[in-house]
């Protein structure tokens, strides 16, 4: 039962970011991801995978458009848009952190990675230079033996 009403949820989220690109408001799953403060990532694997929505994704949503029914979306009842509210996009200075936050430890992890992968050739390099001194070590050797021979 919880999975199927998870489920109905997911879809009306779906929906409501539909409605929201033919009012302008987002200009995709991804944008309107950012504004809520979420990793695009995140949103797409919530809402086409497992996971459940939560209830501060349901209050994320609705900034993005006062006209927005937080009921409709929690439990299908009612209109998915308010009968009266004008089209405001609420900006909010917790979701420029939060998305700061965000870009901030994004690049502080492609930095570690970026670093990790620098020191890893790095002594791939060293590697293959010790092997290359070695094969022309051992050249020279059998070169040596053959001039015996």
């Not at 994704?57 to 509210?85: A, H, V």
């Not at 970026?114 to 020279?140: C, G, H, P």
Request: hydrophobic share 35%; with cysteine; proline share 2%.
């Amino acid at each position: 039962m919880q999975n199927s009403v998870n489920r109905n949820i997911k879809q009306r989220v779906k929906e409501l970011f539909s409605w929201l690109k033919e009012q302008r408001v987002i200009l995709s799953q991804k944008d309107a991801s950012v504004k809520m403060g979420y990793n695009p990532c995140v949103v797409s694997a919530l809402l086409n995978g497992g996971g459940t929505v939560s209830e501060r994704f349901i209050e994320s949503l609705c900034r993005l458009d006062k006209r927005i029914n937080p009921q409709w979306l929690t439990t299908g009842e009612g209109k998915m848009i308010k009968e009266t509210g004008e089209a405001v996009v609420e900006e909010s200075p917790q979701i420029e952190m939060l998305d700061t936050g965000s870009l901030v430890r994004i690049i502080e992890g492609q930095t570690k990675v970026i670093n990790f992968v620098m020191d890893y050739l790095q002594k791939i390099e060293s590697s293959n230079a010790t092997l290359l001194k070695e094969i022309s070590s051992l050249r020279k050797e059998v070169e040596a033996i053959k001039q015996k021979s």
